[in-house]
Structures are given as structure tokens and as C-alpha cells.
């Protein structure tokens, strides 16, 4: 029996024997199936997003006419089966069940949440696609007027179940884990060589299952199930909260029976077939759950994450393929498996084809019969999704698939998991944020896809601005569905563009996001207006975080909102006292005047902004002192933003500004500074602002040089700030580059040591252009231009060459071993 093609007239028997090999009960995995077959209650196994699971329940309710039908799905979301159902909603999608543990009732809050005042969440998904059995079950019901239920625990009655404390997150336990975990599948799956559980089932329960008896598959169905139940730990199953699940199911099966009254025979329930082979005999337990904070919605879904690629654990390898062979199912096509392989196989290399690659038209014909070919040796009656691939693959890929079949790789996902995305209908009571998001992108023929889209924003286009501005928002609210590829910047520097590129790429999570901000607001200008307030609130202390608050309030075209926005930016002068936080929002709120500046209308918010510009400016110069001798670890961002403070005020001139303050500031600072390296920084800084000159710094350098060895030792740090604030300004200018190479050569070597790590991190900080134009200067102020080096080589024969090459390398490696690498 075992060496026979598997079908479903032996498919029984195959399984029994296979248990039988492993020492198991076959008798009593009989009894247990003989019990559920003959139970006065229908139990029809099913597995989820499966083909065969679906026209066997389409078949079963044709046939048997049941009055009253019950599906494994959340209880607590009966309500929404009319809007799943409903003739403008359109699969794939899913239940979304959400709850916030305000009242921290599971004892997770702070633990799977920031902080104890801040509520766990919690979410699952329940998807539905075209040939989900759940779904057809809910479809038929409603076309037959054959009352219909969910009867399985609702989210937050496995909570505690889905938490784990050693490792805190949720995760909903799925059959198949249960499967590959078994020692009868472990067997089975060795003996047929099946590569994984997909394959399994396809084998087992998908080809031909629109042809066999509706009988046979489910008791074929069942004895499997019966035969992974039976080693299976029930402790195990108690822990991870099946028992309680299945508790509650009977007792929701004799609720609804009761609450009917029909009869028993007229009942079927449809659930995963671990549960349907113990659910006759499972006794019927109410649960406790609580329902307050839970919300029950319905969100479109997609078949990329239906797919397995997408990390869903019960989803399945190739959705548009097996809804290809739905199609067929339910069109009576015979061989639905072959002719569907067929189509996939020719559109495939079809798409390689027109990529340029190496393709025929007869390569098509090979893989095809290579297909039936593989089917055949693996016991299929026809050609399963591995079988495509593997033939795939072996027609067109004569070395390394991972190397020359790279290309294939992309071109068969997407023909076999498909870009489908699915529409709710319009009567679901949608939360108002929910509605308002979904209506904004709709008025913009904005459809959603698995695929990313890609929009171009011409900013003097008013519906482009827009646009644009409901982006921005979108993406303010944390909806993590778009990213802005480029476009101005104000803060950046980056102006003058006039074109911004969107990329937008959809998740179900979106849906989850809405309802979490609704509290914001109910649309998406109201909620993102009010989340911004909250955050300057939040932010007062940090004048940088409220410049940027106030960047992208701009970008939101909040203007209306200017005057509320600069309130709290004054007062965040008042709170933060940080030089460094004042200094990058003095340089953002300058940037921000320069837009401003250019914008229609904003007359108002201008003079508000030249106002805070001001303030901003005082603020920042008042504080320069402060961090005369800052931290260690935070020297090099005081430095930066010095030298970023007298770029921007000898750059921008739109407003104009008291440099008094500023180089009083700086000149304090260099007095009360014991840092050489800020010393020599706020020098370089002062040159900038043409408040020194040339001849002050050979002053100041000349001082240094004369002072006491100890005094000395610090000049390559003073060296070094005046570099990296100046760089090329003061590097080119002959006079300083005679007086450094003077100093530096006049220098006692103690004192050369003690300044050269300085010195060697002042050069290597500048960019390779600016380096090598010093070394330039630096040897024609030594008379070795370049001409020269060339001459003295030609003059020289060519072992002396090779002898000084030997020298110099020999003398680099001294120098590296005693100073590192310059």
C-alpha cells in the first residue's frame, strides 16, 4: 500500500499503515474516526486557506443542506460576518481583534509596554481569503439563509496563553506547528519524501479533492488528524490554551443548537481538524473574558501576507496559485492541478522571456512535462507548486539555481503569490479617523497594492501641494506606509526643488495605527494637528525638538496654526538652557524663516518668525559661555554646532542679527576655557566671522610658541580646533602654513610627541581634496613642487631609486610603530 500513488480512495489506509509502523493504535484511531463520522453533529476538518478544504465545504453544504452552521472564528465577532460577506467587500481580508489593557488585567504593562502607565497592546489577525472554508461557509450561509456563527475564544480569552514570560510577545499557536511536531508526520513526510508540510497537504488533501467523494475526504481527513492528535502531548495542548478553546467551542455548539432549536443531524461545524476528531467528546465549558477595550474590525488584507514569505504561520506558499486552482475547482475543470501548472509555468517564462533571458518556446513544453514527470515519481496524481518550481528550474538553470537562476527567483514569487489586496465594504461602521483616512486617498485614485507605488508631487501644482501636505500628515502619525524619497529640505539645505517623490507601500497594520490615533482626532488633519501640539507640550525643554515640530507643521500646511506653535516655542527658550539643543534650533528656525520668507500669504507668521529667530539667536549666544569646558564625549558636537552657528550667520542674510552678541559670546568663552581644542575652536570661529584676522591667529600661534613647555604641549590641540573650524580658509594662507611649519620645526621633540597625535587628527579630519591641496602648499613653501620631484627622478640611476625606496619604507614603518598610522 505504501508504495502506491496516494489518492483519495487509499489515502485511509495509507495512514493507518503508516501508524502502524510507529506502534500506535490503529484501532482506536478507527473508533475515534467511526465516532466523529457517525456523531448526531456534522464535523467537517478543514485547514485554512486551503482549496480542497473549501469545495469540500461548498460540496458538504450542497449536498446536506445544514440549517445552522458553526465556523472556528472569534465569538466576540459575529457582528462583522454581514460586512465579510457583504457584495462590495472583497477578499483577502481579515479580522482584526485589538485590545488595550488600561486596567493592566494581565499584569503586562510595563512589561510588553515602555512604561507601567502606558497599556499593553494587543492584536490578531484572523484572514480570509477566496477559498478559505471559513469563507465560502459564511458565503453560503448567507446566500441560503442558514443561520451562522463564530463560536472560538475571542482575543481576550487567550491572552494569557499567547504571553510567554521569558520571552513577552504574542503569537497565535497554529495547527501546522502541531503537525511537524508529530512524530506520525515526521514518519509520513520520511516515507514520501515530503520536503515540508505544504507539500504534504497538497499531496494528501489538495489534488483532485474536487473529484473525490465528499465522505471519503472527510473521513480521510480525520483519520490523519486522529493519527497527529494521538501524539500529541496533552499537557502541551492544555498550556497553550486548546483545551479551553475547545471547551468553549462545544459549549457554543449546544448554546446555538439550543438557541435554534433544530436538530442535532442539521448541524455542521467547521473547524481546524486537530479540534473536529475531540470536539463530540469534549465536554462544553463557558470561559470568562473580558470585552471592555477589546475592538473587533475588519481591515483589507493581501496574499503577500497570506503568504508564508510574510512570516504568517498558517498562511500558504503561493496564494495565487492555489486560487488559480479554485477557479478551476469551481468551474468543474478536470485535472485542475495540470492545466493550472501549465498556465503558471508558460506565464512565468513568458515574463522571463521578455526580461531578456535565454528563453523558448519549447522550453515551456520540457518544464511542463517536466512537471508531470516529477508528479508521477513523487506520487502525484498531477503536478503540485513544487513540482512547477523544481521543473522550472531544471529546464532553464544548468549550474547553481542560487546563481544562474537568480533572475527566476523574483518572476515565480509573483506569479504564484499574486499582489491581490482586498475592499471592505462601505456599511462597516468604521472608526471616523478610519473612514476620513480611506475617503483622502481615494479622492486621489490612490488604490492600494502589495506592490509600492511611487508618486510624483509638483509643488507650485495646489492639488500636488495638497497632496503632499496629507503625506507629510500621514507619515507624521507614525502610519509607517510612507517615505519620502526626495524632495526639499529646508533643515537639510536642500531648497530650490520644486518636485517631492512618495513611495507608499501598504500593511494590513495601517488599520491598527488608525484606531490607536483616533483618539487624536476623527480625520487626519485634526488628528495629526492634535498629536503635533502634544508633542511641543511634551518637548518645551528642548528647543531642537520644536524647531523641527515647527518644520513639520509647515510641511502639514498648519500655518493657520502659527501663532499657537510660536507660544510654546517661546517658552521652550524660557525652559531649555542646553547650548547645544539651542544651537541646532536656532540654525532649524532660521532655515524655517528663509521658507517662510518665500511663501504667500504668511505676512503674519513672518514677522511671529523674525520675532522667535531673535529670541532663538539671544538665547543661544547667552549659553555659549556655558560650554567654555564641556564634557569629554560631548566636545566634538559643541565644536560642530560653533562652527555651524557661523556658517549660517554669515550665510543667511533674510533677517538681520546684532554679530556683536555672537563674538562677545564666542571671545568669553575662549577666555574662560582651560580646552585648548575649544580655545582653538572658538578662535577659528571668530576668524570666520571676520572678527580676527589673519594676523591675530599668527599672534595668538606665535604666543603659544614662546610660552613654557607645559603651555606648548597644549598647542596641538589649540592647532587642531583652529583647523577643523577653518580648514582650507586659514590652510591655504602661505603666511600661516610658514609660521606652523616654522613652529612646528622649532619644536623640542618631547613637545613634537606630545602635539603630534593632536596634530595628526587635526589633518586626518580633512576631506582628501583639502589634504592634498595643503601638502601641495606645504612643499612649495619648502621649494619640492612636483616638477621638481620629477626632474631629481629622472637625473637618478635606477638602483639609487630602488635604494631610497627601500629607505623610505623602512623609515614609514619606523614612524608607524612609534605614532600609528597619520
Known amino acids: 500500500m505504501i508504495n502506491n500513488a496516494i489518492n483519495a480512495n487509499n489515502l485511509k489506509n495509507i495512514l493507518l499503515e503508516v501508524s502502524r509502523m510507529l506502534e500506535m493504535d490503529a484501532q482506536s484511531i478507527e473508533e475515534q474516526v467511526s465516532r466523529v463520522v457517525n456523531s448526531e453533529v456534522t464535523y467537517l476538518p478543514v485547514r485554512h486557506h486551503s482549496p480542497g478544504s473549501a469545495v469540500l465545504v461548498k460540496n458538504w453544504i450542497d449536498k446536506n443542506k445544514p440549517k445552522l452552521i458553526l465556523i472556528e472564528g472569534p465569538s466576540e465577532a459575529n457582528d462583522l460576518i454581514e460586512h465579510i460577506v457583504a457584495k462590495d467587500s472583497r477578499p483577502p481580508l481579515a479580522i482584526l481583534s485589538f485590545f488595550v489593557d488600561e486596567t493592566n488585567h494581565y499584569n503586562y504593562n510595563g512589561v510588553l509596554s515602555p512604561d507601567p502607565s502606558i497599556p499593553a497592546r494587543f492584536q490578531v489577525y484572523y484572514p480570509f481569503i477566496s477559498y478559505s472554508p471559513e469563507f465560502i461557509a459564511l458565503k453560503e450561509a448567507y446566500k441560503r439563509k442558514i443561520p451562522v456563527y463564530f463560536i472560538d475564544l475571542p482575543l481576550t480569552g487567550i491572552i494569557h496563553t499567547l504571553v510567554k514570560e521569558e520571552n513577552p510577545q504574542f503569537m497565535l499557536k497554529q495547527e501546522e506547528v502541531y503537525n511537524i511536531s508529530s512524530k506520525f508526520y515526521q514518519k509520513l513526510s520520511q516515507i514520501f519524501e515530503f520536503d515540508n508540510f505544504e507539500e504534504t497537504w497538497e499531496t494528501l488533501f489538495e489534488i483532485g479533492s474536487n473529484q473525490a467523494d465528499i465522505y471519503n475526504l472527510q473521513e480521510s ?14 499537557d502541551l495542548l492544555d498550556a497553550d490554551g486548546t483545551l479551553d478553546r475547545e471547551e468553549f467551542m462545544k459549549f457554543n455548539i449546544e448554546k446555538y443548537i439550543k438557541k435554534h432549536g433544530v436538530d442535532r443531524k442539521d448541524v455542521l461545524v467547521i473547524t481546524g481538524g486537530l479540534h473536529s476528531v475531540v470536539l463530540p467528546e469534549t465536554e462544553p465549558k463557558d470561559k470568562n473574558f473580558i470585552t471592555e477595550g477589546m475592538l473587533n474590525s475588519l481591515i483589507p488584507y493581501s496574499y503577500y501576507r497570506i503568504s508564508e514569505i510574510s512570516g504568517y504561520s498558517s498562511g500558504n506558499q503561493g496564494p495565487q496559485f492555489y486560487d488559480d486552482i479554485w477557479q478551476k475547482f469551481n468551474s468543474s475543470i478536470e485535472n485542475s492541478f495540470e492545466s493550472t501548472s501549465l498556465e503558471v ?7 522571463a522571456r521578455a526580461q531578456g533571458n535565454p528563453v523558448s518556446i519549447s522550453d515551456s513544453i520540457n518544464a511542463f512535462q517536466g512537471a508531470k514527470l516529477l508528479s508521477m515519481l513523487r506520487r502525484r496524481s498531477e503536478p503540485g507548486l513544487k513540482d512547477v518550481i523544481d521543473s522550472i528550474y531544471m529546464t532553464l538553470v544548468k549550474g547553481n539555481p542560487e546563481v544562474e537562476g537568480k533572475y527566476l527567483e523574483k518572476i515565480i514569487r509573483n506569479r504564484i503569490i499574486g499582489h491581490k489586496v482586498g475592499k471592505i465594504t462601505k456599511n462597516l461602521g468604521r472608526l471616523p479617523l478610519q473612514t476620513d483616512f480611506y475617503e483622502q486617498l481615494e479622492v486621489r485614485g490612490i488604490k492600494f497594492s502589495e506592490n509600492r507605488q511611487t508618486f510624483s508631487l509638483w509643488l507650485q501644482n495646489q492639488d500636488d501641494l495638497k497632496t503632499s501636505e496629507l503625506f507629510w500628515r500621514i507619515k507624521y502619525l507614525g502610519f509607517n506606509i510612507l517615505e519620502r524619497a526626495s524632495g526639499p529640505d529646508v533643515l537639510k539645505g536642500i531648497t530650490g526643488k520644486l518636485k517631492e517623490t512618495w513611495h507608499l507601500d501598504w500593511s494590513p497594520s495601517i488599520d491598527v495605527k488608525l484606531i490607536e490615533q483616533s483618539s487624536y482626532g476623527s480625520t487626519v488633519e485634526e488628528a495629526s494637528k492634535n498629536l503635533l501640539i502634544e508633542e511641543f507640550q511634551k518637548s518645551l525643554g528642548n528647543f ?15 500655518t493657520n496654526q502659527f501663532q499657537k506653535l510660536y507660544n510654546a516655542s517661546t517658552d521652550s527658550l524660557e525652559e531649555d538652557n542646553q547650548f547645544l539643543t539651542l ?6 528656525v532660521m532655515m524655517i524663516n528663509e521658507q517662510i520668507s518665500m511663501m504667500s500669504n504668511q505676512e503674519a507668521n513672518i514677522s511671529l518668525m523674525e520675532k522667535l529667530v531673535q529670541r532663538s539667536y539671544f538665547s543661544c549666544c547667552f549659553n555659549i559661555p556655558n560650554i567654555a569646558n564641556p564634557p569629554q564625549d560631548i566636545q566634538d558636537k559643541v565644536v560642530i554646532a560653533m562652527k555651524n552657528l557661523a556658517n549660517i550667520l554669515t550665510s543667511l542674510t533674510t533677517i538681520k542679527l ?15 576655557s582651560t580646552n585648548f581644542y575649544i580655545k582653538g575652536s572658538a578662535t577659528g570661529v571668530s576668524f570666520l566671522i571676520h572678527d580676527l584676522t589673519t594676523q591675530d591667529i599668527k599672534i595668538v600661534l606665535k604666543d603659544y610658541a614662546q610660552s613654557s613647555n607645559s603651555i606648548k604641549i597644549q598647542m596641538g590641540d589649540f592647532i587642531r580646533g583652529i583647523i577643523f573650524v577653518c580648514q582650507t580658509t586659514i590652510l591655504l594662507n602661505p603666511d600661516i602654513i610658514k609660521l606652523l611649519s616654522d613652529i612646528i620645526e622649532g619644536l623640542e621633540w618631547v613637545v613634537f610627541s606630545a602635539i603630534l597625535p593632536s596634530l595628526r587628527k587635526a589633518f586626518s579630519e580633512l576631506d582628501q581634496r583639502e589634504y592634498d591641496v595643503f601638502v601641495e602648499k606645504l612643499s612649495e613653501h619648502h621649494g619640492l613642487k612636483t616638477k621638481k620631484f620629477q626632474e631629481i627622478k629622472e637625473d637618478l640611476e635606477e638602483e639609487v631609486l630602488v635604494f631610497f625606496a627601500e629607505m623610505d619604507k623602512k623609515v614609514r614603518n619606523i614612524l608607524l610603530d612609534w605614532f600609528g598610522e597619520v
Not at 493519527?227 to 496533552?234: A, D, G, P, S
Not at 531642537?544 to 498648519?558: A, C, D, P, R, V
Not at 546684532?658 to 574662560?672: A, G, P, Q, R, Y
Open 583 to 588: 544651537a541646532s534650533g536656532f540654525i532649524n
Open 658 to 672: 546684532d554679530l556683536t552678541v555672537f563674538k562677545e559670546s564666542i571671545k568669553t568663552c575662549v577666555e574662560n
Open 345 to 351: 509555468i508558460s506565464d512565468i517564462l513568458r515574463k
Open 544 to 558: 531642537e525638538t520644536i524647531s523641527f515640530l515647527l518644520y513639520q507643521s509647515l510641511t502639514m500646511g498648519f
Open 221 to 234: 481527513r480525520l483519520t490523519y488528524c486522529s493519527c497527529i492528535r494521538q501524539t500529541l502531548n496533552k
